[in-house]
């Protein structure tokens, strides 16, 4: 697929707004610091496609412009400061807006499962830059030849985690249809930062997460598996078949599992099967928990920032892949259930007491050398599942389909609700070795 910018430009907030400098919490600074990509796909009905095709990029740029002025952390800068702290500077610098045109058609996409082509429909982000003057945010319009949109949307997980990327992206759309922001960001990060000096009492939690997961037993880094090609897959999972995974998930426990577990349980087993594992294999699958609710007193619904912190759940490759699925299910609990607003203090605590946290930052253009990696033999699965994914509508319809908008590294797993179909309906985007896939979709479907 070829796809040409056409025109691009830096939209900064169209209204006063505050510039300085603003603290980042340590959980904005660890982990991804690089660009989240997600497209949203859109069937614009039009008479005059030229004029409507303007008609989108300017309702996208001043819109934009508004929006980043209730919005500004986004229109700033990073910052390094000593011993690998970043911090935001809120100086109105803007996001980058971009517009290209694709000589292929929807059907080129097939069922728009995430191809390397992809990669043409989100901005392209230069990260040999010096981080100052790295956008924050960026979207791409794309027009292609049937007439369809995409826009790729483009937006630092140093600044925001899921739940505030679509709280923006969806008060942006409010704002393009001419309707009222919905809810004010509340942007005070200071509620999740550690204290000061950060207390030491809390050292009696672990904190696993931040030590190299496992390697292959035999093995004394992970370098080869690192290489190998991956592809990716999107799993879809009926109503009925999540139901079935629950009701396997529950048999003899007290407290149901939720559907997360029993999916993220199952998916686990799947890969350990999949990859051939010995099954004294140990393996770790990475969770990320949203701890707006968790943390005593909850932040503010509309907190915008990182609130969220990643946890592991541990086990051996044979007893995960050959017990019942409650068993997976149970240790993804106990890692959940593990995230108490004293734990959650405990890790911001823990990294703030680092001198240089730069091992736990992963700075790094997706598919390079650097950075973590829970591919083989460990697997991350992040929920999607309730964050308000769909209904984007910016005055030309809603989209027909959104998806991630790279996801290329082993392991990477995604439980999103399905586009259209039933409610209910979820699909599971994930990454694995070529080598790996087909059996992993026949242990996946195998039982359900
Ligand atoms: N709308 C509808 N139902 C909701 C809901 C919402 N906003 N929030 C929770 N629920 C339901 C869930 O669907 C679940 O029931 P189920 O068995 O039918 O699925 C139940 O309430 C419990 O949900 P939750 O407490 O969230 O547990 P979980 O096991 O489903 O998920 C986590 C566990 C850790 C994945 C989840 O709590 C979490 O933190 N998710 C956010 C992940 C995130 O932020 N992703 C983006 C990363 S940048």
Redesign the pocket.
């Known amino acids: 697929m070829k796809v040409t910018i056409t025109r691009s430009c830096t939209v900064q907030p169209d209204g006063p707004c505050f510039n300085g400098s603003m603290p980042l919490t340590e959980s904005d600074q660890t982990g991804i610091l690089t660009h989240v990509p997600t497209i949203y796909f859109y069937k614009p009905h039009s008479q005059n496609w030229l004029t409507t095709k303007h008609t989108i990029f300017t309702t996208l740029q001043t819109s934009l412009a508004k929006a980043l002025a209730h919005f500004y952390p986004l229109a700033g800068r990073l910052r390094w400061l000593d011993g690998a702290r970043l911090e935001l500077d809120c100086n109105s610098s803007g996001a980058h807006l971009i517009e290209a045109d694709s000589d292929a058609t929807f059907s080129d996409l097939g069922d728009f499962t995430p191809s390397p082509d992809f990669v043409h429909l989100v901005p392209r982000i230069n990260y040999s830059l010096p981080i100052e003057e790295i956008p924050l945010l960026a979207m791409q319009v794309t027009n292609f030849r049937c007439r369809g949109v995409t826009l790729g949307y483009s937006v630092s997980h140093a600044v925001v ?3 505030s990327a679509l709280h923006f992206i969806s008060e942006w759309a409010n704002l393009a249809r001419g309707a009222p922001l919905g809810a004010s960001p509340s942007l005070d990060r200071r509620l999740l930062r550690a204290g000061d000096p950060p207390s030491e009492a809390r050292s009696r939690f672990e904190h696993p997460q931040f030590d190299p997961p496992p390697f292959l037993v035999g093995r004394s880094n992970n370098k080869e598996e690192r290489e190998k090609e991956t592809v990716v897959s999107m799993l879809k999972l009926s109503r009925s078949q999540v139901q079935l995974l ?1 009701t396997e998930a529950n048999r003899g426990t007290a407290r149901a599992y ?4 029993a999916i993220a349980g199952h998916i686990w087993r799947s890969a350990c099967r999949a990859r051939g594992h010995a099954p004294e294999q140990p393996t770790a699958l990475g ?4 701890v707006r609710g968790r943390v005593r007193p909850p932040l503010p619904p509309k907190f915008f920032g990182n609130a ?1 912190i990643d946890v592991i759940a541990r086990g051996r490759s044979g007893e995960l892949a050959d017990r019942p699925l409650g068993y997976a299910a149970g240790k993804i609990r106990e890692a ?1 259930d593990g995230v108490t607003s004293e734990y959650v203090h405990s890790v911001i605590d823990f990294l703030k007491n680092l001198d240089d946290f730069s091992r736990l930052q992963d700075i790094h253009a997706l598919r390079t050398e650097g950075g973590s990696f829970y591919g083989n033999p460990n697997i991350g699965v ?6 308000p994914l769909h209904g984007l509508d910016f005055g030309w319809g809603k989209e027909f389909f959104m998806a991630p908008g790279s996801h290329d590294c082993d392991g990477d797993s995604l439980i999103l609700p399905a586009c259209g179909g039933d409610a209910g309906d979820l699909l599971v985007a994930l990454c694995l070795q070529v080598e790996c896939m087909e059996d992993f979709k026949k242990f996946f479907y195998q039982e359900i």
């Open positions: 985690d899921g739940q629950k939720t559907r997360y577990e969770i990320c928990v949203d969220i959940i992040v929920s999607w599942m309730c964050l």
